[in-house]
């Protein structure tokens, strides 16, 4: 049974929840973590986020989101690069270990420009991550969110570039539903060590459904979990494991109905 | 300019066509080869659409498809190979140099023992297709489709199946829709060198759309054709490169309009 210390409810798996919701949920359930997005936190604006948070006495895994590196006009980027910096910000609030970064689509089909922008993006961001002490988290996305999302879209992508910039302030997020296709992904987890800062679990639906909100209750699909976990074991990963089922269904069903399916589910299957 | 005399269509592409259709049509416009799918000669049968082939004085670039190897039963396994075997019977009657390989999709979480059933799969029928004098094309396809089609979703992983077995009847067919996203593709077709038997063109829309049939005619979307072509250039390849536009939406459109485009942008984009 893998212990429930470690799980955190990522906030988009109940969507129909508030902030508040999730707190008041969580706390009740035992959850001791929750994994947090800028928009839901916005609603209540970040000192209240924080503040309601912490009274209740949980944790937050990581934020969601920084990135969107690639842009068009300098003028674009600066406004990115701003933003980055308030992400980094809320997550310094929040006591967010990590800010997960979702380093956004390529604009053209000039795929290496891009990822050298997410590269020079990156480090821009890093010594203001340093002074805030919040770790940047590159989460490679699914290669069919390519055009909408992320470039970087493998694994062993996201841990070369880490290992490229080579900064404690870096490192990978592991979510298994954007990876675990990869017939190397348990060997690249373990090669990113210390930089593995998160790991992020749901599960892959057969048929594939729609690209951006169709992920399954982990347990329902193709996803050998519990053998990713273990992966994250042998490369020293003691963080919280955050399991984010983002799908559109989902917001139409009972929120603690669903919760206890996680908390269950987890402890059998992770 | 590209060569119009490398140019096949792949019959997918005007599926609303027979393959009757498509061989009239492209001998009047002069294509010099197609591209074929089982289900589509079955219907006129294999000696007539040969004979039709052959007397319209066109090449056969590829058949798609042999393959679907995991199974869950020794009986079932039995069957399949069976239909591998005739599948390489068809390639060799149409005097095509490749079968091409969906390698099937895991029947379990376990993706390793998936991998395995294809490498066997694989093996067991090179001798056969050696006496054929037809080469077994592995195409990685999309991740996103591992769950319906494929566990082999990486070039990598499909040359190092190809280098592993190491036999010159084996090699990989190299489609830019399931692979353009790798940072490493152009490098991989050129480490692949001989082992190249095949280059399918199409482009990828954003947003991503369907999984299965929402390709984009080559020159709409993200993929850089040209570059990827240079790098079959580099690897010795030097066959067709075959224009294969999966999309429901085209059955609607007029098929020589849509043969005319493919006509143009091959010989502009490629």
Redesign the interface.
């Known amino acids: 049974m893998a212990d429930l210390a470690r799980l955190s409810l990522n906030q988009r798996t109940i969507d129909q929840w508030t902030l508040t919701q999730v707190v008041e949920h969580c706390g009740r359930a035992g959850v001791p973590a929750i994994g947090v997005w800028r928009d839901k936190l916005a609603e209540v604006g970040v000192d209240c986020g924080a503040r309601l948070i912490a009274e209740a006495g949980l944790q937050v895994s990581s934020l969601c989101r920084g990135g969107f590196f690639p842009t068009t006009s300098a003028a674009d980027r600066a406004v990115r690069a701003d933003d980055n910096k308030r992400a980094v910000e809320e997550a310094a609030a929040l006591r967010a270990p990590v800010l997960v970064l979702v380093c956004g689509?390529?604009v053209s089909?000039?795929?290496?420009a891009a990822?050298r922008a997410v590269a020079d993006g990156i480090e821009a961001l890093l010594p203001f991550a340093r002074d805030q002490g919040v770790r940047l988290g590159i989460e490679p996305l699914?290669?069919?969110?390519?055009?909408?999302r992320s470039v970087i879209?493998?694994l062993r992508?996201a841990v070369e570039l880490a290992e490229r910039l080579d900064d404690e302030y870096l490192g990978v997020v592991v979510d298994a539903y954007h990876v675990?296709?990869?017939?190397d992904v348990e060997a690249l987890i373990e090669r990113a060590g210390s930089r593995l800062v998160g790991f992020h679990a749901s599960d892959?639906?057969?048929?594939?459904?729609d690209?951006t909100a169709s992920r399954a209750m982990i347990g329902d699909?193709?996803?050998?979990l519990r053998s990713m976990r273990e992966a994250t074991d042998r490369a020293g990963y003691r963080g919280f494991i955050e399991v984010e089922v983002i799908n559109d269904h989902h917001r139409h069903l009972d929120g603690d109905t669903l919760l206890q399916t996680i908390i269950q589910r987890f402890q059998s299957l992770l």
């Open positions: 689509p390529p089909p000039d795929l290496a990822r699914h290669p069919m969110m390519i055009g909408e879209v493998s992508e675990f296709w990869d017939p892959w639906l057969t048929p594939a459904g690209v699909g193709l996803i050998a």
